[in-house]
């Protein structure tokens, strides 16, 4: 018996778990800079059609009492929005012209 990563109606997507179901933001964004501007978009055009149903579906639940699942479908919704600038704007993983500089994020939320 195999254990589902996702819940039934976005099991389509389980082939993006691993590399972008990340619990932390840093986690997702250096995932992105790891990764080309190809697999980028490749990723984006699996999840964003997806995105509405995902976020319906998960108002469902209670955000503190998410099931593992459920919080993995977050996850990815997190890293949609993580690379939806560098697909739509930058069509690149970086920011472009902004060299070595970076900031950290001091916060996040908790799921």
Do not use: C
Request: hydrophobic share 40%.
């Amino acid at each position: 018996m195999t254990t589902a990563l996702l819940p039934e109606a976005f099991r389509d997507l389980e082939p993006y778990v691993g590399e972008w179901a990340k619990a932390t933001r840093q986690e997702r964004y250096d995932t992105r800079l790891a990764t080309t501007i190809e697999e980028l978009d490749a990723f984006y055009d699996a999840i964003a059609p997806h995105a509405e149903a995902a976020i319906e579906y998960l108002n469902g639940f209670d955000l503190n009492e998410l099931p593992e699942a459920e919080t993995r479908l977050l996850q990815l919704l997190y890293s949609l929005v993580m690379v939806s600038y560098p697909v739509n704007v930058f069509k690149q993983p970086r920011i472009p012209d902004s060299g070595a500089s970076f900031f950290d994020t001091v916060s996040e939320p908790a799921v």
